[in-house]
């Protein structure tokens, strides 16, 4: 019986690295840019929550506003 060659076990190793190294790679980037992406989703939904909080704000103080020259109105009868 003759044993396998020596030289040709040694020359598929650093193959084999490459690849799982290229691959491992590969797999930290995709996360990488599921995490970016993830955050840019968070942001746009804080902006969005934002503006509407804003708004309701502004709602909220004209009502107020209205509030407040109706019963002002109703007290003295002046529309100023």
């Known amino acids: 019986m003759t044993a396998p060659p020596?030289?040709?076990?040694?020359?598929?190793?650093?193959g084999l690295l490459l690849?799982?190294?290229l691959l491992?790679?590969?797999?930290?980037?995709?996360?990488g840019?599921?995490?970016?992406?993830?955050v840019d989703h968070e942001t746009q939904m804080r902006s969005r929550a934002r503006i509407g909080l804003l708004h309701a704000a502004n709602v909220l103080s004209a009502l107020k506003?209205?509030?407040?020259a109706q019963r002002?109105?109703?007290l003295t009868a002046d529309e100023h």
């Open 6 to 14: 020596a030289n040709r076990r040694p020359a598929l190793t650093p």
């Open 72 to 74: 002002g109105y109703v």
């Open 65 to 68: 506003d209205i509030e407040t």
């Open 24 to 31: 491992l790679f590969v797999l930290l980037a995709y996360s």
């Open 19 to 21: 690849a799982g190294g």
């Open 33 to 38: 840019f599921r995490s970016v992406q993830a």
